[in-house]
């Protein structure tokens, strides 16, 4: 069975302090992990996948099979980061997706 | 980029009535439509997936006579809530999926009193 835990409901973080968000998964296929971001009073939006291995806004995350987590990670806090931050899992082929339960982020100016 | 518009946004309806919750890509086709469902401070959950022209696939624990599913044209899925109870009150959110990536309806806050 498909599984992505946020351990952090709620994390706070000083506006120019490094943000990391923990996401693990348990998945026995070929994972695809994404991460979605939703602003206040906006959408569900992708901010990166796995796959891509891009940089958005700052951000990066790391596939890490061995540990099986993609946690997302920045190195400078920005005011315009705090937003509700979900993990969530593919598989290749397969376009359902399973999320993790969220983690709200609030940058502390 | 690709757009997902979900209507309405909420809505308030009396427990024992049906509501409907249309979902549409707007600048470009899907053939797959999802429907998630979300509690407070809670996840997504998984609730169906609408193919055009064919029956929905329902996740276990979802009736699929109380969430009936139509995905009539390459653009549309309707999500209808029948006889709806206050248990029934969420958030129901609409996702189409398109290059490696899935796009987000705006979400429908229902409520039943």
């Known amino acids: 069975a498909q599984r992505v835990t946020q351990p952090e409901k709620l994390l706070s973080v000083f506006k120019g302090a490094p943000v990391e968000l923990k996401c693990n998964y348990s998945?026995?296929?070929?994972?695809?992990l994404f991460w979605y971001v939703q602003y206040s009073r906006q959408r569900l939006q992708l901010l990166l996948r796995?796959?891509s291995r891009e940089s958005i806004k700052g951000f990066t995350a790391d596939l890490n099979k061995g540990e099986t987590s993609f946690h997302l990670k920045k190195p400078f806090a920005q005011e315009e980061d705090s937003a509700m931050y979900y993990c969530?899992?593919?598989?290749?082929?397969?376009?359902?997706?399973?999320f993790g339960t969220g983690t709200r982020l609030t940058i502390i100016p | 980029g690709a757009v997902v518009s979900q209507h309405p946004s909420w809505v308030i309806c009396k427990s024992g009535t049906s509501v409907k919750i249309e979902c549409r890509s707007l600048?470009?086709?899907?053939?797959?439509m999802f429907w998630y469902r979300q509690f407070p401070k809670q996840s997504l959950m998984l609730m169906a997936t609408?193919?055009?022209?064919?029956?929905?696939?329902?996740e276990q624990g979802v009736e699929k006579d109380k969430f009936l599913i139509n995905h009539a044209s390459l653009t549309l899925s309707t999500l209808t809530v029948t006889s709806a109870h206050p248990e029934d009150s969420s958030f129901y959110i609409c996702?189409?999926?398109?290059?490696?990536?899935?796009?987000f309806g705006q979400g429908t806050r229902l409520t039943v009193v």
């Open positions: 996702s189409a999926p398109g290059a490696r990536r899935a796009f």
């Open positions: 600048d470009f086709q899907a053939t797959t």
């Open positions: 609408s193919n055009e022209g064919s029956k929905a696939t329902y």
């Open positions: 969530a899992l593919g598989s290749f082929g397969n376009e359902k997706l399973t």
């Open positions: 796995h796959i």
């Open positions: 998945y026995s296929g070929s994972p695809e």
